[in-house]
């Protein structure tokens, strides 16, 4: 299927060689980065973007010995592309749309996120430049699945989701880059490779699948929650706020799609599933969770 693209690493190298001028201040970098383009997709609210600022500082001086792999990564993304979303339809079953999406090449602040989300008509896929060689096929398969599984269940282009959408949405992108990407850790698909975050979630089961059961019919941020500048996606926030939560949901949708497959279900069966059953299938799956062991392996 064909790609609109639009990479953005070279307006960035254009950036970054005006932004690293000497004498130049950091005010006068994060106003060139506003005004030349915004590199990464970040919340345009007053605290998202002191958010970003934040971030921006912080990874500044990555930027200057990340210069060759930024460029280096967006032309592997853009050659990429083509290929992983035709596998991602090929492992969901799923025939596509008449218009091409678009992929959005960015720059961000080298925190392995993307971004899918519906603007003006069209579908969005971003995949950061930055990210390692290892962790890009991993990132775009999650992304593509993502818009793959949109495109399948016909899912609403709401920006506000079910909770028991989320679960099965994320859960769906993580085993789909387990079945693409083989032989990496759980802790690597559930985008938590470092942290030990994923070992604290294991521990926290009953309790976490209770939480989520719990909320299945309340509203979340969809993508807009996954974008760069997010609390959710720098693995930060206050125990029991959102962006905990966000995560929780995250670890609660590896344990239900995985329980779905040990069940003889294949991620093309779950990717069709219709959204207004998600949440009655949710609730079962975390029901029969509950009072079955944690299973000893993994993918």
Same mark, same amino acid.
């Given at each position: 299927m064909r790609l609109w693209? *639009?990479?953005m690493t070279e307006r960035f190298l254009h950036f970054y060689e005006r932004a690293s001028r000497p004498? +130049?201040?950091m005010d006068e970098r994060w106003r060139l980065w506003r005004k030349m383009g915004r590199f990464a997709p970040v919340p345009t609210t007053p605290d998202g973007m002191k958010r970003a600022r934040e971030m921006f500082e912080a990874v500044w001086p990555r930027y200057g010995q990340s210069l060759d792999a930024i460029a280096a990564g967006g032309a592997a993304v853009r050659e990429a592309a083509p290929g992983v979303l035709g596998d991602v339809m090929q492992l969901l079953a799923c025939r596509g749309r008449t218009l091409p999406p678009v992929l959005v090449v960015f720059v961000g602040f080298f925190e392995n996120n993307g971004?899918?989300?519906r603007s003006g008509g069209l579908d969005v896929v971003g995949i950061?430049?930055?990210l390692a060689e290892t962790q890009r096929p991993l990132t775009m398969a999650r992304e593509f699945t993502q818009l793959v599984h949109r495109w399948?269940?016909? *899912?609403?282009g709401r920006r506000e989701r079910r909770v028991a959408r989320a679960v099965v949405s994320e859960g769906l992108a993580m085993h789909a880059g387990a079945a693409l990407v083989p032989g990496r850790t759980v802790e690597e698909y559930v985008m938590e490779p470092e /942290?030990?975050?994923w070992a604290s979630c294991v521990q926290r089961r009953e309790e976490?699948?209770?939480?989520v059961r719990e /909320? *299945? +019919? !309340? !509203?979340v941020s969809d993508s807009l929650s996954r974008r760069t500048g997010d609390e959710r996606s720098r693995g930060t926030g206050a125990p029991g706020g959102p962006a905990d939560r966000q995560r929780e949901a995250r670890a609660a949708g590896w344990w239900v799609v995985e329980h779905w497959l040990r069940q003889g279900a294949s991620l093309a069966d779950i990717a069709g599933w219709d959204e207004d059953s998600l949440v009655q299938r949710a609730d079962r799956a975390i029901g029969e969770l509950l009072v079955s062991p944690l299973p000893t392996a993994s993918p």
């Open positions: 693209q *639009l990479d004498g +130049t201040s971004f899918v989300e950061p430049a930055e399948k269940a016909r *899912l609403s /942290s030990g975050w976490i699948l209770r939480g /909320s *299945l +019919t !309340a !509203a």
